[in-house]
């Protein structure tokens, strides 16, 4: 499994793992050896990268912060170089698996993607990489003089496109994953539901 990713994304760094007795049964076909074989690996220069297994459960409760209907339904596997989370969805199956979620803290948005996680990397990344990753927006921020994101930072939007943000390099700037997640899901949370312009107090 995951032969043709490991093809087409081989690994530039590695965040070490807890050398403790850690383990994680996701009881998720292919997600266990996923968080395995890549956990704390970095893709195309912090374009893609595996969470360790000692840091799913952090970003489960991360991502149900801003989206509180997949609470205890989803199990996070990933990110991009912009923060947005990907995760598995115990409530939706794709070819009898669980089926791929992108959670984006800058639209605020779960977006859902017709893949379980082994078609995702084995076919999704690989034929329509730029769709599932942004990765021309990527090239663009990084020929900019743009700084390559470290396991525990993104490159997140000043104000987030939700709140009328502009979709733009000059939007953007490095930021800690955690902080960032954090403000965006209050966020998210506090404009659930709002009519279009409606005064949000930041």
């Not at 996680?117 to 927006?137: K, N, P, Q, W, Y």
């Not at 993104?154 to 709140?163: A, N, Q, T």
């Not at 733009?168 to 954090?182: F, G, M, P, R, T």
Request: contains cysteine; charged residues 20%; aromatic residues 10%.
């Amino acid at each position: 499994m995951f032969e043709t990713f490991r093809k087409n994304f081989p690994v530039d760094s590695m965040v070490p793992t807890d050398t403790g007795n850690f383990s994680l049964d996701t009881k998720v076909s292919g997600l266990n050896e996923l968080l395995t074989s890549f956990g704390g690996a970095s893709f195309k220069h912090g374009l893609y990268r595996i969470i360790r297994a000692q840091d799913v459960a952090r970003w489960n409760a991360r991502v149900s912060q801003g989206f509180p209907e997949f609470t205890g339904r989803i199990t996070c596997f990933a990110y991009d170089w912009q923060g947005s989370a990907f995760a598995v969805d115990t409530g939706r199956l794709e070819q009898g698996e669980p089926g791929v979620v992108m959670f984006e803290p800058d639209t605020g948005e779960a977006l859902q993607i017709p893949c379980n996680v082994r078609t995702f990397h084995d076919i999704e990344l690989i034929e329509d990489e730029d769709a599932a990753l942004a990765s021309d927006g990527y090239a663009m921020w990084r020929e900019a003089g743009g700084a390559e994101p470290a396991y525990a930072q993104c490159i997140g939007s000043k104000k987030p496109l939700f709140l009328g943000g502009e979709d733009a390099i000059q939007n953007l700037e490095l930021s800690d994953l955690e902080v960032y997640w954090h403000i965006m899901g209050q966020l998210i949370a506090k404009v659930r539901g709002l009519p279009p312009g409606t005064p949000v107090r930041i």
